[in-house]
T-cell receptor
Framework: EAQVTQNPRYLITVTGKKLTVTCSQN?????MSWYRQDPGLGLRQIYY???????DKGDVPEGYKVSRKEKRNFPLILESPSPNQTSLYFC??????????????FGEGSRLTVL | GDSVTQMEGPVTLSEEAFLTINCTYT??????LFWYVQYPGEGLQLLLK?????DKGSNKGFEATYRKETTSFHLEKGSVQVSDSAVYFC?????????????FGSGTRLLVRP
């Protein structure tokens, strides 16, 4: 089954404790991206990657890092989480730039709470 | 910059009622427009899209027409079902944006009662 898998789905952590949210897709997509969803704000892009070893900042990259060492994986790293990073995070992928076709394939989301 | 504005929710309807969810956009270029749907506990799924003015996107009984003169892309369905209860997001993409990102509205929650 074609899918984007995120882990963990739910996480409660404390300020400053480094964490990684993993994302893996099995569709051989070149483009991957991370969004965060906050009430009243919709989804905002954090980082994106056009291909292996090619990553770039989105609209809200502060406090986040990413890497793309393999085509299928695109982990989101929070080096020192803060309470304002409490949010619902979505990983998404597309066979090419999502903007061309508009069809992004989303994972089920990871709900992160930072105390 | 580009932006998308959706009507506030929740929208509560009875089964078989007519649905309209308003969406307007601001863009400097000629964006493509989309509706995504998010069912409870799931990620977003593309519902329909339109890539140029006067195009009509349709899927699963939902329709939306790209209106350049009013910068709108309202979502409609003639007869909603309980299973349509979800959050609906209007979004746009700028073909000239090298990040290929989608710009989303804030989402509109639809509740359909039996």
């Amino acid at each position: 089954e074609a899918q984007v898998t995120q882990n963990p789905r739910y996480l409660i952590t404390v300020t400053g404790k480094k964490l990684t949210v993993t994302c893996s897709q099995n569709m051989n997509h070149e483009y991957m991206s991370w969004y965060r969803q906050d009430p009243g704000l919709g989804l905002r892009q954090i980082y994106y990657s056009m291909n292996v070893e090619v990553t770039d900042k989105g609209d809200v990259p502060e406090g986040y890092k990413v890497s793309r060492k393999e085509k299928r994986n695109f982990p989101l790293i929070l080096e020192s989480p803060s309470p304002n990073q409490t949010s619902l995070y979505f990983c998404a992928s597309s066979p090419y730039g999502g903007g061309e076709s508009g069809e992004l394939f989303f994972g089920e989301g990871s709900r992160l709470t930072v105390l | 910059g580009d932006s998308v504005t959706q009507m506030e929710g929740p929208v509560t309807l009875s089964e078989e009622a007519f649905l309209t969810i308003n969406c307007t956009y601001t863009a400097t270029g000629y964006p493509s427009l989309f509706w995504y749907v998010q069912y409870p506990g799931e990620g977003l799924q593309l519902l329909l899209k339109a890539t140029k003015a006067d195009d009509k996107g349709s899927n699963k009984g939902f329709e939306a027409t790209y209106r350049k003169e009013t910068t709108s892309f309202h979502l409609e369905k003639g007869s909603v079902q309980v299973s349509d209860s979800a959050v609906y997001f209007c979004a746009l993409s700028d073909p000239m944006d090298s990040s290929y990102k989608l710009i989303f509205g804030s989402g509109t929650r639809l509740l359909v009662r039996p």
